[in-house]
């Protein structure tokens, strides 16, 4: 079945490490995004790809950092400029032709 | 531009009773409307959608929606909650451009159920 992957499902950071989360997708679409979730704040918006090789900003990208060598591929990382990482991340594909986004199952990240 | 509100933060029913989650919209071009569900920890599911055609949508699990341009709200309705319905429900407008699209969240609405 087609979908998308998200690894790990939780992941423990050490105060001033990088780390980087998975989002892998099977559904040829073309365009990735990362949303950051916070109790009581709905989504928000990291990063986002339309194309491979290609990414922009999204609302709150300061501190994160992505890639977007494949299609099938969007790896976000959490650099220590993130001051505060501790959130649950969902990664997201939609195509130019369906309407709506298809979601990962999420990663949550705590900063130990 | 465009913006979505979800009225209220939370969402109380007693199990066997009408759900009604609210949402309304703004948008300077004619919107596709959307219902995402979320369970604890996990991804967003999407519940329906809608994109120009019928003004009432009907979606998984007995959910449906109904767009009201005069009234710019596309609210949730569901005719008797179940236990599983318990979640947080996500509306989301978009709003598609040059082959891409702008989507916008709300903050979501928690709903209970009650037994």
């Known amino acids: 079945d087609g979908g998308i992957t998200q690894s790990p499902k939780y992941l423990f950071r050490k105060e001033g490490q990088n780390v980087t989360l998975s989002c892998e997708q099977n559904?040829?679409?073309?365009?990735m995004y990362w949303y950051r979730q916070d109790p009581g704040q709905g989504l928000r918006l990291i990063y986002y790809s339309q194309i491979v090789n290609d990414f922009q900003k999204g609302d709150i990208a300061e501190g994160y950092s992505v890639s977007r060598e494949k299609k099938e591929s969007f790896p976000l990382t959490v650099t220590s400029a993130q001051k505060n990482p501790t959130a649950f991340y969902l990664c997201?594909?939609?195509?130019?032709?369906?309407?709506?986004?298809?979601f990962g199952s999420g990663t949550r990240l705590t900063v130990v | 531009a465009q913006s979505v509100t979800q009225l209220d933060s939370h969402v109380s029913v007693s199990e066997g009773t009408p759900v009604l989650l609210r949402c309304n919209y703004s948008s300077s071009y004619s919107p596709s409307l959307f219902w995402y569900v979320q369970h604890p920890n996990k991804g967003l599911q999407l519940l329906l959608k809608?994109?120009?055609?019928?003004?009432l949508v009907k979606g998984i699990n007995g959910f449906e929606a109904e767009f009201k341009k005069s009234e710019t709200s596309f609210h949730l309705t569901k005719p008797s909650a179940h236990m599983s319905d318990a979640a947080e429900y996500f509306c989301?407008?978009?709003?598609?451009?040059?082959?891409?699209?702008?989507?916008?969240f709300g903050t979501g609405t928690k709903l209970q159920v009650i037994p």
């Open positions: 809608y994109t120009s055609a019928a003004t």
């Open positions: 559904l040829n679409h073309d365009a």
């Open positions: 989301v407008v978009s709003v598609t451009g040059g082959g891409y699209q702008k989507v916008t």
């Open positions: 997201a594909s939609s195509s130019r032709q369906a309407y709506g986004y298809t």
